[in-house]
Structures are given as C-alpha cells and as structure tokens.
C-alpha cells in the first residue's frame, strides 16, 4: 500500500504563489507517474498536471505558464508550484501516484486526502 500525505495548500489573494507538496511512503512500492488534480465546488475533478518517471510534463490548459510540477523521486515526492494564481483556480487539490506494489504485484492509482486552495479576488 501507498500513502500520500499533503501540504501546502491555504489561502491567497489573486496574483499569489502557494507551493502544495506530495509525500509517498509504504513499503514494496515503485512509483511511476504522479500527478496533481482538483475539485472546484459543483464541478468534476479535473486533471491539472501530471509528471512521469521520466521527467516528462503534461498540463491542463488552464494553468500552462502558471503552474510548474516537479518531484523528487529519491523522496518520493512531488511538488506544484502554483503562481499568478486566479479566483478560478480555488479547489481542493489532490495528489494521485500511480505505483506498482511488489506486495499487491500490481499497479494502482493512489489518492491523497486533499489540500484546500482558496484565492480571493
């Protein structure tokens, strides 16, 4: 099994920076991509960024310029950098790991239990 443990997340005004963090830990793990996602009130989760073992990027729309993923695969971590943050940008955020569990011998997505981004205008 996989945990993730959040941080980061709280309030800002408009123009603002937050930093949301993603901690994985267990044992007999091997993590692939990680990820970050979001949940606006009334509204789908949506996929916000993604970055693969490999280093490589992928980014909703919506947040391309603005926001920046990152990880630290020695920590098992992986980390949103958030700037000129919007009104619309307000959401709980989630961090999700795909991994593959040598307990499980299998590959399952992760969650973490959400973080709350609030920007005021």
């Known amino acids: 099994q996989v945990q993730l443990m959040e941080s980061g997340g709280g309030w800002v005004q408009a123009g603002g920076s937050l930093r949301l963090s993603c901690a994985a830990s267990?044992?007999?793990?091997?993590?692939?991509?990680m990820g970050w996602y979001r949940q606006a009130p009334g509204k789908q989760r949506e996929l916000v960024a993604t970055i693969t073992n490999a280093e490589r990027t992928n980014y909703v729309g919506s947040v391309k310029g603005r926001f920046t993923i990152s990880r630290d695969s020695a920590k098992n971590t992986v980390y949103l950098q958030m700037n000129s943050l919007k009104p619309e940008d307000t959401a709980v955020y989630y961090c999700v790991a795909n991994a593959f569990s040598s307990t499980l011998l299998r590959r399952d997505d992760y969650w973490g239990q959400g973080t709350q981004v609030t920007v005021s205008s």
């Open positions: 267990g044992s007999r793990f091997t993590i692939n991509a």
